[in-house]
């Protein structure tokens, strides 16, 4: 079975641009989650995505949004970039079937954003 | 305050020495507590989900153990290899909040030959 597979692996943008990052789950998985990682504040979740509705929010501002296809793949987009968005985006599908109480999580190896 | 705290930051140990990184926390009521290894320049990867009535769970040679009462989980590594070198991060699942992952800064790891 394929892995999590995110597009692109690297990206440079400047401030005030807009990025779209792409996340392609396991197959069969229907929830897709997508986390922020920084050296200052490590791991930190932004939102996932269950049958392409937003079933749970992070403390992220709105210039952080996403969406999930029909398919179960899903897209984040970060608006207006500012320094501070230089991270490490992770996504990570699971099942869903539990609500995410139990669900595995299996994370793709990221996409390197960096804001200059 | 992190919610999830992980000590110490950072260890060095000789490859074939056990180890055990500690977790604690202050978030309840939980779904789960998860333990991740992460790889420089990879994703997470899961090694142990418990509940909160599960005492102890094994992967290999990564053993965690949890205490609700105390809130306190271990991560233990027996016999370490080189390829043990990862950060490793605890986390827990808030059901107050949907399940929402809330996670420690981690551990890094490094084993020396």
């Known amino acids: 079975k394929a892995g999590v597979t995110q597009t692109p692996r690297y990206l440079i943008k400047t401030r005030g641009q807009q990025v779209t990052l792409s996340c392609s789950p396991i197959?069969?998985?229907?929830?897709v989650s997508w986390y922020q990682q920084t050296p200052g504040q490590g791991l930190q979740f932004l939102f996932e995505y269950f049958s392409e509705t937003q079933r749970n929010k992070g403390n992220f501002p709105g210039r952080f949004s996403g969406r999930q296809f029909s398919n179960s793949r899903s897209e984040m987009n970060v608006s207006t970039l500012e320094l501070g968005d230089s991270a490490l985006y992770l996504c990570?599908?699971?099942?869903?079937?539990?609500?995410?109480?139990?669900?595995?999580?299996?994370f793709g190896p990221g996409t390197r954003l960096t804001v200059l | 305050k992190n919610q999830v705290e992980q000590s110490p930051q950072s260890l060095i140990i000789l490859e074939g020495k056990n180890c055990t990184l500690q977790c604690n926390y202050t978030v309840s009521p939980f779904s789960n507590l998860r333990w991740y290894k992460q790889d420089t320049g990879r994703g997470p990867v899961s090694l142990t989900i418990m509940t909160f009535s599960e005492n102890t769970k094994s992967n290999g040679r990564y053993t965690a153990t949890l205490d609700a009462d105390t809130k306190q989980s271990s991560l233990h590594i027996t016999a370490s290899q080189l390829s043990d070198s990862a950060s490793y991060i605890c986390v827990v699942s808030l059901k107050a909040a949907g399940n929402k992952l809330t996670f420690g800064g981690g551990t890094r790891v490094l084993v020396k030959p």
């Open positions: 197959s069969g998985h229907r929830s």
């Open positions: 990570a599908s699971s099942s869903g079937t539990s609500g995410g109480a139990h669900d595995e999580q299996f």
